[in-house]
C-alpha cells in the first residue's frame, strides 16, 4: 500500500528536507542544473514495517496505519539502509524519538508561527545534542561497575596516596568505609530491581553522600548501564522521549541543579516511576538546605509556587539523611581499614571532630588555602565563584562571567596595579591543587576540548554558606553582574534568590529581562512583585502577559488579582478557563465562586477534580468546610481527613526547623515557616472543631493540638479554652499563652486569669490590660475588679466605666457584693421607701456564702428577664452587698441600685426574717441544679420532669435535658412554685 501524498507532503515540510538521523542533517534535495532538473534524494522510512514481515513489523497497526505520517520518518538513503538493516538496533522507540528529536529542532530553527493564532510556537525547543547522541551511542553507556572517572561521579577528588603504597589501592579512590546506614541504602537500591524506584542522599558537603551512593548501586546493580545527564533539559528530554532506559541508574549528583531552574518536569519522573517495561533507578544527592528549601510552598494564596514541580519531585523519592561525621562504628570501621589504606589512617589522625570524610576531601587545607590566600587576587576569584553559587548560580561559572564578577572583589589598590593578564594568573592559583587533586577550583567541560567553566569546590561553597547563615546575612556583590550576564536559565532562579533575600532590585531587574525575552514565568514573578508592592494593576498586566504567553498556571493569579480589582465577571471568566485548562488554583476558586452562588454539585465537581489534579489536599478541604456548612458531619469529617492526608509531607519534623537560603529575610521566614502546612492545619482545625462540636473532647484534642503545634493560633486558642474548662489551667496555659501573644483577646483573658489565680500579679495586669485595651468585651469589667482588688480604686474606678460602656452584665453586681467597692455611679442607695417598688418589681431571696439572705429583683418593665437569671445564678456565690466586716446592721442602706445606660435594672433589698428560710431553699436549689449541669447528671435534671410534659418535648424533637433545665433555673430564680 503507498504512502499518500499528503502524508508524504507533511513528512518533508516537517522534517525540513533533511535526514532526521542524529549528526546527519544532510540535504535530500540536489539542485538544477543546467541539463538536470531538481532530484529528490530523501528516503521515506517505516518506523513500525511496512508489512508484518518486513524490519520492526510485528504490530497490532493496520497497514493504512503504517502509512500514516505518524510512522514515517525522513532518511537520506545510507540511514534508511542501516536502520532496516540492524531492526534490533533502530528500535520502533529510538526511531520515534529520533524522529520527535529531529522535527523539534527544525520547528525551532526556523522560528516557526502559529497558523491561526500568529503567535510564535512558544512550545518548540531546540532539542539537544545529548538526546542525538544517546539515540546513536547509547550502547556505549558505560556499566555501572565498569571504571569511571570519579570527577564524572561527582566525588570528591580525595588524599594522594602515599608512594610505595600497595598496588591494590585505587590511586582515585581510598578504601571504602561502610556507613550506618547502608543497609537500608543498599536494600532500597536493590528494590530498583523489581520496580523503578527515586532515591535522594541528602547531608552536608564532604560528607560521603555521593561516595555512599556509588558504592550502594555497584554492590547491588553492577551489570546496569550508568547514565549522566549534563542538563536538567537533557535528563527531561530523555525521560520524556520513550527511549527504553530499562536497567539503567539515572545518575543525579547535585540533584538541586536539575532542579532549581524548573526544567526537571514532575510530568517525567511520574512517568519513569510508572512505567512497566522494564526497572530503572533514579539516584541523586543534595545538600540538606537545598532539599528542605525546595519543599518550601508559598504563602499568599496569589503566590506562585515557583517549587512546586520541586517539592512534588522530592516528594516522590525516599530520603536517605547521611551525617558529616562518623558514629563510634563508623569510627571503628574506618580504624580497621585504616591499617590497609595510608589515607584512610592520615584522616583519622588529622580529624578531631570524627569528620573523617572531610579530611578524606583535604577540607582543611582547602578552606586553609582560601582564607589565608598567598595570591589574594586569586582567592577573590574564588569567592566570587562561591557566592555567585549561593546567589543561586549553577556551580559552574563561564569564564567571561567569572571575571566580571572577580572584578567586583578586587580592591581599589587591587584594580590600579593589575596587569593585563591578572584574571590568569589568579586563575592559576586558583586552579593549583592543594594536595594531590584537591584544588579550589575545577575546569568543568561536558564535551572533549570545550571548556564551559570553573566550578568552586563545595566544600568552600558549604563553609561560606554556614559563615553567611550564622551572621544571617547574604552576598551582596554579585548580584548586579549575575542579572546582567548570567544566561537565560540561571538568571530566573537569581531572581528568586535576589528576591527571597530582600534584594527587590535585583529581584525584578532578573526577571524583566527574562519576561522581555519571553519567559512566562518571568512575568509571573513580576505580577507577584506588583501585589507585594500594593500595584494590582501591574500585577493584572504581568499574569494577562503571562497567560497570553501559554501560561496556563497564572490564570488562577490573574483571576485572584482581578477580583480584586473588583472586576468579577472577568475574573471568574479566567478562573473557569484556568479550571478548564487543568489548573489546580482555578478548580478551587471556581468551585469557592459556584458555592456563594449556591451551586453546590458544581463546586463539589470542581473541589474533586482540583484533588484529582494533584493539589496537596486544598481540593478535599474546601469540600469538606462545604460539606460541614450544609451539616453533612459525617462526609464533611471524611474529606478533611484525606486532605490531611494528602497535605502531610508538611508536617513531620524536618519541616518544623527547616532552614532557609543563606540570607533568606526575617519576613521571608515568617511566611516559609507560617505556609509549611497551611492545609494540613486548616484541616485539622475543622476536624477539631466538629468533633468539639459532637462533645468529642478527646478526638478534638489530638487533631486541635496537630494544628497548635504547627502554629496554628486557632487551634491554639480553642485547644487552651477546651483545656482550661476542664480545670487543668496551667497545662492550658502551653496553648493560651502563645495565641495570646499572637493577638488572640479571648487567650489574653484566659491567660490573665489563670495568672491572676496564681498570684502573679504583675504579668496578670499586663494581660489583663492587653485583653481591655484590644477590645474583648468583658476585660475592662474582669481588669476593674482586679484592679480593686489590688487597691487601685482610681483606675478601678476608670476601667468600671468603660465596663458600662460595653453593657458588661456581671461587673456592677460583683462591685455590690465586694466590701467598700466604690460604686457610687452605678450602685447606689435608693430615696425611695423599698416598699413602694413591691408592685414594680419580682423579688427573690437568696442566701449567700457570708450567711446573709438579699431579696433580687428586676424591674418588669425596664430590665431583661434573661440577664436578671444569669446574675442570680452568679451572685449566690458571692457575698450579700451589705455585709461587711466594719460596718453594724444599722448603717447598711435600705436599697441598692444597678444602674444600666438606659435606667435602672436590678435591685437589692434586706430580706425580711421570713424570707430566709425561703432564700436559703432558693439557693441551694439553683447551687444543686448547676452542679447537676456541669457534672453531666441528666437523670438529676429530669427527676422532676412530668410525664406528659417530657412525652410532648420528645414528640416536638426538643433537648429534653435542656428544656426541663432552663424551666427549673427560671422557676428558681423567678421565684415561681418555691
Not at 283 to 292: E, K, L, N, P, R
Not at 368 to 395: F, M, N, Y
Not at 568 to 589: D, S
Request: charged share 25%; hydrophobic share 40%.
Amino acid at each position: 500500500m503507498a504512502v499518500p501524498v499528503t502524508e508524504q507532503r507533511k513528512l518533508f515540510q516537517r522534517s525540513g528536507d533533511m535526514c532526521a538521523f542524529p549528526r546527519c542533517k544532510k540535504a535530500l534535495t540536489a539542485k538544477q542544473t543546467d541539463s538536470d532538473p531538481v532530484a529528490s534524494l530523501g528516503e521515506i522510512a517505516h518506523i513500525v514495517g511496512d508489512s508484518a514481515n518486513g524490519p520492526r513489523g510485528v504490530s497490532p497497526l493496520t497497514p493504512r496505519e503504517r502509512n500514516q505520517y505518524e510512522n514515517l520518518i525522513l532518511l537520506c538513503n545510507y540511514h534508511h539502509r542501516l536502520i532496516d538493516s540492524q531492526p534490533d538496533t533502530w528500535t520502533v522507540s529510538r526511531l520515534d524519538a529520533m524522529k520527535r528529536t529531529h522535527e523539534e529542532w527544525v520547528r525551532f530553527r526556523l522560528g516557526s508561527i502559529d497558523p491561526v493564532t500568529g503567535t510564535a510556537d512558544r512550545c518548540a525547543h531546540p532539542g539537544s545534542d545529548f538526546i542525538e547522541w544517546f539515540i546513536t551511542e547509547a550502547e556505549r553507556w558505560p556499566a555501572v561497575d565498569s571504571p569511571i572517572d570519579r570527577a564524572l561521579l561527582g566525588i570528591h577528588a580525595a588524599l594522594p596516596l602515599p608512594p610505595g603504597s600497595p598496588e591494590s589501592l585505587s590511586t582515585q579512590l581510598p578504601e571504602y568505609v561502610c556507613r550506618d546506614v547502608d543497609g537500608e541504602l543498599r536494600e532500597a537500591v536493590g528494590d530498583a530491581a523489581r520496580r523503578s524506584g527515586f532515591i535522594v542522599v541528602v547531608g552536608p558537603s564532604a560528607s560521603g553522600k555521593t561516595r555512599s551512593v556509588y558504592e550502594a548501586v555497584r554492590a547491588r546493580l553492577s551489570d546496569w548501564r550508568m547514565i549522566i545527564p549534563p542538563t536538567a533539559g537533557d535528563l527531561d528530554e530523555l525521560l520524556l522521549s520513550g527511549i527504553p532506559l530499562d536497567r539503567s541508574v539515572i545518575w543525579l549528583d547535585e540533584l538541586a541543579r536539575y532542579l532549581d531552574p524548573g526544567t526537571l518536569s514532575l510530568r517525567a519522573i511520574r512517568r519513569i516511576l510508572a512505567e512497566q517495561n522494564g526497572p530503572l533507578l533514579v539516584i541523586g544527592t543534595m545538600w540538606s538546605a537545598d532539599f528542605d528549601r525546595l519543599c518550601i510552598p508559598p504563602v499568599e494564596d496569589h503566590t506562585r509556587d515557583v517549587n512546586a514541580d520541586a517539592a512534588a519531585i522530592l516528594r516522590l523519592a525516599t530520603r536517605f539523611d547521611l551525617l558529616p561525621a562518623f558514629t563510634e562504628t563508623e569510627h571503628r570501621r574506618a580504624a580497621e581499614i585504616g591499617q590497609r589504606d595510608p589515607r584512610v589512617r592520615e584522616a583519622i589522625e588529622r580529624s578531631a571532630d570524627a569528620a573523617i570524610p572531610s579530611c578524606l576531601a583535604c577540607a582543611p587545607e582547602l578552606i586553609r588555602r582560601w582564607e589565608q590566600p598567598s595570591d589574594p587576587v586569586g582567592a577573590a576569584v574564588v569567592t566570587a565563584a562561591v557566592e555567585a553559587r549561593l546567589c543561586g548560580h549553577p556551580a559552574v561559572i563561564p569564564p567571561g562571567l567569572l571575571r566580571a564578577l572577580t572584578e567586583e572583589y578586587l580592591t581599589s589598590a587591587q584594580k590600579a596595579t593589575a596587569t593585563a593578564g591578572w584574571f590568569d594568573s589568579a586563575l592559576q592559583w586558583a586552579l593549583r591543587p592543594v594536595r594531590g587533586d584537591v584544588a579550589l577550583l575545577t575546569p568543568a567541560a561536558r564535551r572533549v576540548g570545550e571548556l564551559d567553566g570553573y566550578q568552586a569546590s563545595d566544600i568552600l561553597a558549604h563553609r561560606a554558606a554556614q559563615r553567611y547563615a550564622a551572621r544571617r546575612e547574604s552576598p551582596d556583590k554579585p548580584w548586579e553582574v549575575l542579572v546582567e550576564r548570567s544566561d537565560y536559565q540561571a538568571c530566573h532562579i537569581i531572581g528568586l534568590f535576589a528576591s527571597s533575600c530582600g534584594y527587590r532590585d535585583h529581584a525584578v531587574a532578573a526577571w524583566s529581562r527574562l519576561a522581555e525575552a519571553g519567559d512566562t514565568a518571568s512575568m509571573a514573578s513580576l505580577g507577584l512583585d506588583c501585589l507585594d508592592d500594593g500595584d494590582d494593576e501591574g500585577a493584572a498586566t504581568w499574569y494577562r502577559r503571562a497567560v497570553d504567553a501559554g501560561n496556563s498556571g497564572a490564570m488562577a493569579t490573574l483571576a485572584a488579582t482581578l477580583d480584586k480589582l473588583g472586576r468579577t465577571k472577568e475574573a471568574l471568566a479566567w478562573l473557569r478557563k484556568g479550571a478548564e485548562a487543568g489548573v489546580p488554583g482555578a478548580m478551587i476558586g471556581l468551585g469557592q465562586s459556584l458555592q456563594v452562588d449556591g451551586d453546590y454539585q458544581e463546586a463539589r465537581h470542581w473541589y474533586e477534580a482540583a484533588s484529582d489534579a494533584g493539589d496537596n489536599g486544598m481540593g478535599e478541604l474546601f469540600l469538606g468546610c462545604m460539606l460541614r456548612d450544609q451539616g453533612d458531619l459525617e462526609a464533611a469529617v471524611e474529606c478533611l481527613h484525606a486532605a490531611a492526608e494528602a497535605a502531610r509531607v508538611f508536617t513531620g519534623p524536618e519541616f518544623l526547623h527547616m532552614p532557609l537560603p543563606v540570607g533568606v529575610t526575617d519576613s521571608a521566614i515568617r511566611k516559609h515557616r507560617a505556609a509549611f502546612a497551611t492545609t494540613y492545619t486548616s484541616a485539622a482545625l475543622c476536624l477539631g472543631e466538629i468533633y468539639l462540636s459532637q462533645e468529642r473532647s478527646e478526638e478534638a484534642k489530638i487533631w486541635l493540638q496537630r494544628a497548635a503545634d504547627l502554629g496554628r493560633v486557632e487551634a491554639m486558642m480553642k485547644l487552651g479554652e477546651l483545656i482550661w474548662h476542664e480545670g487543668e489551667h496551667e497545662r492550658a496555659l502551653t496553648w493560651l499563652r502563645p495565641a495570646a501573644e499572637a493577638g488572640e483577646t479571648q487567650a489574653m483573658l484566659y491567660v490573665a486569669m489563670t495568672l491572676d489565680e496564681q498570684e502573679e500579679t504583675g504579668e496578670a495586669d499586663t494581660w489583663y490590660r492587653k485583653a481591655a485595651q484590644a477590645g474583648h468585651p468583658l476585660a475592662p469589667g474582669r481588669y476593674a475588679i482586679f484592679l480593686h482588688e489590688q487597691g487601685d480604686t482610681g483606675q478601678a474606678r476608670e476601667w468600671l466605666a468603660k465596663a458600662r460602656e460595653v453593657d458588661d452584665p456581671v461587673v456592677d453586681m460583683v462591685f455590690a457584693a465586694m466590701s467598700g467597692a466604690d460604686s457610687e455611679q452605678e450602685v447606689r442607695v435608693s430615696p425611695l421607701d423599698p416598699g413602694e417598688l413591691n408592685d414594680a418589681i419580682s423579688w427573690t431571696p437568696l442566701a449567700h456564702t457570708c450567711g446573709c439572705v438579699a431579696d433580687w429583683g428586676w424591674d418588669m418593665e425596664q430590665a431583661n428577664p434573661m440577664h436578671f437569671m444569669q446574675w442570680c445564678a452568679d451572685v449566690i456565690s458571692a457575698e450579700c452587698p451589705w455585709h461587711t466586716a466594719d460596718q453594724s446592721l444599722k448603717d447598711r442602706p435600705p436599697l441598692l441600685v444597678r444602674n444600666l445606660p438606659h435606667g435602672p435594672a436590678f435591685y437589692a433589698r434586706a430580706a425580711s426574717g421570713v424570707d430566709v428560710e425561703l432564700g436559703q431553699r432558693i439557693a441551694s436549689g439553683i447551687q444543686d441544679l448547676l452542679t447537676m449541669a456541669e457534672n453531666g447528671d441528666e437523670a438529676g435534671i429530669l427527676a422532676t420532669i412530668p410525664p406528659d410534659y417530657r412525652s410532648w418535648l420528645e414528640s416536638q424533637q426538643y433537648d429534653v435535658v435542656a428544656e426541663w433545665f432552663n424551666s427549673r433555673l427560671t422557676n428558681l430564680i423567678l421565684n415561681r412554685g418555691t
